[in-house]
């Protein structure tokens, strides 16, 4: 399942702004809304992993991670819109950030929510950390 987004740069939150609070609010909200509109009705998987895909208008290097605040923003959305009761590490893992090779409308960011199936539980891991 995916959900996407062509959303106005205005509209963009990145982790590099320094946004005076009430632009920022103004802009968590815009997103959230239009998250909630557009997921409306829709039902996740639970758990779930959730990879969040970028596309731009040109094909710069870009550092996937620093969009987090826009994708955090589209997903407490979608969570306001039954998509899933909650986005803590039990429902949803992730989300992971990833740059497409796509060229979207100028003055826009494209972005893709892409809904799975979580990945198995690394006990390995954990079973190599602890010793």
Not at 59 to 76: F, G, Q, S, Y
Not at 102 to 111: A, D, L, N
Request: with cysteine; net charge positive.
């Amino acid at each position: 399942m995916k959900v996407d987004f062509l959303i106005p740069q205005a509209m963009i939150l990145t982790s590099n702004q320094r946004l005076n609070p009430h632009v920022k609010a103004k802009k968590t909200k815009a997103l959230r809304q239009l998250a909630e509109s557009e997921s409306r009705g829709l039902r996740g998987p639970t758990p779930c992993r959730v990879i969040a895909w970028l596309g731009f208008q040109d094909r710069r290097r870009r550092d996937a991670p620093n969009w987090w605040p826009t994708i955090k923003a589209l997903i407490d959305g979608m969570v306001d819109a039954g998509v899933w009761e909650d986005d803590n590490s039990t429902i949803i893992q992730g989300p992971d950030h990833r740059i497409l090779d796509y060229r979207c409308q100028k003055g826009h960011v494209y972005v893709s929510i892409e809904i799975g199936p979580p990945e198995p539980a690394r006990s390995s891991f954990l079973e190599h950390a602890k010793s």
